[in-house]
């Protein structure tokens, strides 16, 4: 059995599907619904293979695409195959081996089965997927009539041997560069699998994507570097891309085919899972405004939990309940081609093992970010702490000394309210702006111990943008120790790629789309313009940045305890009053 493969125990409920997309990203309950329902409801498949669907308790069709009467009878004008139990199609050993794997408590093949019709020993991968409603079967030829070539250009054990090597050269990498390791990857794929381009394409917190690394054949105007809205790539496609990990579309102008049921089937056919599935209109505009016929398509996933194992097998329901959190998709590399390209599954297989090895070297390359931060913000609070138990009288010490508050995490200025006094350093609002921001925080998040938020316009402060103009702060990030103690941290706007290099039209008023209703932007060409967003936001605070900061508000807690400091409730800090909404503080992290 190839590593990687695609058959699947998991029972693909709707439902489920949504309980975990809408915990998943930032949709609405109504985009996700209505996007997965298209998906269940679409009676589309593509044409290089052919799907049958089974009843779970008899294993006898109850629907098809129909090309399967041809492919899987080689009798086009055959009356149908509804009814016919699935096993009688194929000759032995295959048909037993199908058998038993139906006949099982879950659809989990230990093997890939491979089958031969009866009536023209035409040889098959079969992949099985478990529904809610029924058994799924994707029929794939070894050898597809449209794609010969393919097929035959790659034999079984060929593609595996050239990811090995490829990822023996990820695996030397000492550099600590994931950007290294990226070039490299799409580089590997690029000769892998012959397409004409292969893209890195890394998501934000935000959900937008900037590609970071490409490989492509001479000629081709390239992406590298490009920036793409969160709506490129719907909130469902990427929670299906956590379950599915390798879509392939071989030619996406090619005409799909149909469904075909005898109208008494009480539900809708459920294609989530199926690996044939054809492309949403919507996509299939996407391929031909950005001039590829064909795509292949894999997730990067990467383990939250870094004490899990990285790839072990978790019932879904639980993933649903208590460890959604745990995987994350990091990103997509796409393969794209000009012309029709079939992947075979031995090639998808060899592609998946090399990018999940890549998914495993990053995220071994964020955890070790993430532990020199964690060391050294040990070091800065041990130095801190010292700092408060000599000078305890004037917190003001913990600002202008070195290391100071903001040697803990990134930003571009810190201020102290403690009673009635600021001490404030770099870029910082006014004394009177601070007890303003104090007095907003202390109204949303009293019983908070640390928040942050990249954006205090999109946080509601009402004040948000006379700020952005005067002191050109956006970010902040805010440890409470108690009402009249309070330490903040401030971002300028996310100066990182202070000009965004975009993939088409997004903002711009003369930049706006020729289309029609909703679907992907018409050009894709590289359009250079001063992003409005990055004036409103800062960088995002990272989780272990926020783990610093509540560490800080327990030292100086402890600090309090230490010198008998009681923390009385006294008269607000200022008695003005702001107006305006009173929301939650994007990207909050509550200690």
Same mark, same amino acid.
């Given at each position: 059995?190839?590593?990687?493969?695609?058959?699947?125990?998991?029972?693909i409920?709707l439902?489920?599907?949504?309980?975990?997309?809408l915990?998943?990203?930032?949709?609405?309950?109504?985009?996700v619904?209505?996007?997965?329902?298209?998906?269940?409801g679409? $009676?589309?498949?593509?044409?290089?293979?052919c799907?049958?669907?089974?009843d779970e308790?008899?294993?006898?069709v109850?629907?098809y695409?129909?090309?399967?009467?041809?492919?899987?009878?080689?009798?086009?004008?055959?009356?149908g195959?509804?009814?016919?139990?699935?096993?009688?199609?194929?000759?032995e050993p295959?048909?037993?081996?199908?058998?038993?794997?139906?006949?099982?408590?879950?659809?989990s093949?230990?093997?890939?089965?491979m089958?031969?019709?009866?009536?023209?020993?035409?040889?098959?991968?079969?992949f099985?997927?478990?529904?809610?409603?029924?058994?799924l079967?994707?029929?794939?030829?070894?050898?597809?009539?449209?794609?010969?070539?393919?097929a035959?250009?790659?034999?079984?054990?060929q593609?595996?041997?050239?990811?090995l090597?490829?990822s023996?050269?990820?695996?030397?990498?000492h550099?600590?560069?994931?950007?290294?390791?990226?070039?490299?990857?799409?580089?590997?794929?690029?000769?892998?699998?012959?397409?004409?381009?292969?893209?890195?394409?890394?998501?934000h917190?935000?959900?937008?994507?900037?590609?970071i690394?490409?490989?492509?054949?001479?000629?081709?105007?390239?992406?590298?570097?490009?920036?793409?809205?969160?709506? !490129?790539?719907?909130?469902?496609?990427?929670?299906l891309?956590v379950?599915?990990?390798v879509?392939?579309?071989? !030619?996406?102008?090619?005409?799909?085919?149909?469904?075909?049921?005898?109208?008494?089937?009480?539900?809708?056919?459920?294609?989530?899972?199926?690996?044939?599935?054809?492309?949403?209109?919507?996509?299939?505009?996407y391929?031909?405004?950005?001039?590829?016929?064909?795509?292949?398509?894999? /997730?990067v996933?990467?383990? !939250?939990?870094?004490n899990?194992?990285?790839?072990?097998?978790?019932?879904?329901?639980?993933?649903?309940?208590?460890?959604?959190?745990?995987?994350?998709?990091?990103?997509?590399?796409i393969?794209?081609?000009?012309?029709?390209r079939?992947?075979?599954?031995?090639?998808?297989?060899?592609?998946?093992?090399l990018?999940?090895?890549?998914?495993?070297?990053?995220?071994?390359?964020?955890?070790?970010?993430?532990h $020199?931060?964690?060391?050294?913000?040990?070091?800065?609070?041990? /130095?801190?702490?010292?700092?408060?138990?000599?000078?305890?009288s004037?917190?003001?010490?913990?600002?202008?000394?070195?290391?100071?508050?903001m040697?803990?995490?990134?930003?571009?200025?810190?201020?102290?309210?403690?009673?009635?006094?600021?001490?404030?350093?770099?870029?910082?609002?006014?004394?009177?702006?601070i007890?303003?921001?104090?007095?907003?925080?202390?109204?949303?998040?009293?019983d908070?111990?640390v928040?942050s938020t990249?954006?205090?316009?999109?946080?509601?402060y009402? $004040?948000?943008?006379?700020?952005?103009?005067?002191?050109?702060?956006c970010?902040?990030?805010?440890?409470?120790?108690?009402?009249?103690?309070?330490v903040?941290?401030?971002?300028?706007?996310?100066?990182a790629t202070?000009?965004?290099t975009?993939?088409?039209?997004?903002?711009?008023?003369?930049?706006? !789309?020729?289309?029609?209703?909703?679907?992907?932007?018409?050009?894709?060409?590289?359009?250079?313009?001063?992003?409005?967003?990055?004036?409103?936001?800062?960088l995002?605070?990272?989780?272990?940045?926020?783990?610093g900061?509540?560490?800080?508000?327990?030292?100086?807690?402890?600090?309090?305890?230490i010198?008998?400091?009681?923390?009385?409730?006294?008269p607000?800090?200022?008695?003005?009053?702001?107006?305006?909404?009173?929301?939650?503080?994007?990207?909050?992290?509550?200690?």
């Amino acid at each position: 059995m190839y590593p990687g493969h695609h058959i699947t125990d998991r029972v693909i409920d709707l439902g489920l599907y949504l309980e975990m997309a809408l915990s998943y990203h930032s949709a609405t309950g109504e985009k996700v619904s209505d996007y997965l329902q298209e998906i269940q409801g679409g $009676r589309l498949t593509q044409s290089y293979g052919c799907l049958l669907a089974l009843d779970e308790a008899t294993s006898k069709v109850i629907a098809y695409s129909s090309n399967a009467l041809e492919m899987l009878t080689s009798d086009a004008s055959h009356p149908g195959i509804t009814g016919t139990h699935v096993c009688s199609l194929f000759a032995e050993p295959g048909a037993s081996e199908l058998e038993k794997a139906l006949g099982a408590a879950k659809v989990s093949p230990l093997n890939l089965i491979m089958l031969q019709t009866k009536t023209s020993n035409k040889a098959f991968y079969a992949f099985l997927h478990s529904t809610t409603s029924c058994v799924l079967i994707d029929f794939e030829p070894v050898v597809p009539e449209e794609f010969p070539t393919m097929a035959s250009t790659y034999t079984d054990i060929q593609p595996f041997s050239l990811a090995l090597k490829a990822s023996s050269k990820l695996k030397s990498l000492h550099c600590g560069s994931i950007k290294e390791l990226c070039n490299i990857v799409a580089q590997q794929l690029l000769e892998l699998t012959g397409y004409d381009r292969v893209m890195v394409n890394k998501f934000h917190e935000d959900g937008r994507g900037d590609i970071i690394a490409e490989a492509t054949s001479p000629g081709l105007e390239p992406y590298l570097g490009m920036h793409y809205p969160a709506t !490129d790539i719907p909130e469902a496609s990427r929670f299906l891309f956590v379950m599915n990990r390798v879509r392939m579309v071989c !030619d996406s102008h090619a005409k799909f085919v149909q469904i075909v049921a005898d109208g008494k089937t009480p539900f809708e056919i459920n294609l989530c899972s199926s690996l044939l599935r054809a492309p949403h209109s919507c996509h299939l505009q996407y391929m031909k405004n950005m001039k590829t016929t064909a795509s292949l398509t894999m /997730a990067v996933i990467i383990m !939250d939990n870094t004490n899990d194992e990285a790839y072990s097998e978790v019932e879904l329901k639980e993933l649903t309940k208590k460890n959604q959190d745990n995987k994350k998709l990091w990103g997509l590399i796409i393969c794209h081609n000009e012309t029709p390209r079939y992947a075979p599954f031995s090639l998808r297989c060899a592609c998946e093992f090399l990018v999940q090895m890549f998914a495993v070297l990053v995220h071994k390359e964020l955890n070790s970010e993430k532990h $020199r931060h964690e060391k050294r913000t040990l070091k800065v609070l041990s /130095a801190l702490s010292g700092v408060l138990l000599r000078e305890a009288s004037s917190p003001g010490s913990i600002i202008n000394g070195n290391p100071n508050i903001m040697s803990l995490v990134k930003c571009d200025g810190a201020a102290i309210l403690h009673g009635d006094k600021v001490w404030r350093r770099h870029v910082a609002p006014t004394n009177v702006e601070i007890r303003m921001i104090v007095n907003w925080l202390l109204d949303i998040h009293r019983d908070s111990g640390v928040m942050s938020t990249d954006s205090l316009y999109d946080a509601g402060y009402p $004040r948000a943008l006379v700020l952005d103009h005067h002191a050109v702060i956006c970010g902040l990030a805010a440890a409470i120790v108690n009402s009249n103690y309070i330490v903040l941290w401030f971002r300028s706007h996310n100066t990182a790629t202070p000009i965004a290099t975009w993939g088409g039209a997004k903002h711009g008023p003369s930049e706006e !789309d020729k289309t029609n209703g909703m679907g992907p932007r018409s050009s894709f060409k590289p359009l250079l313009f001063i992003e409005v967003e990055k004036m409103t936001k800062s960088l995002l605070w990272k989780d272990y940045e926020m783990e610093g900061i509540q560490s800080l508000r327990l030292v100086l807690k402890e600090t309090q305890s230490i010198l008998g400091t009681k923390e009385e409730e006294k008269p607000r800090i200022s008695s003005f009053t702001l107006a305006g909404p009173e929301s939650s503080l994007s990207n909050n992290k509550l200690g």
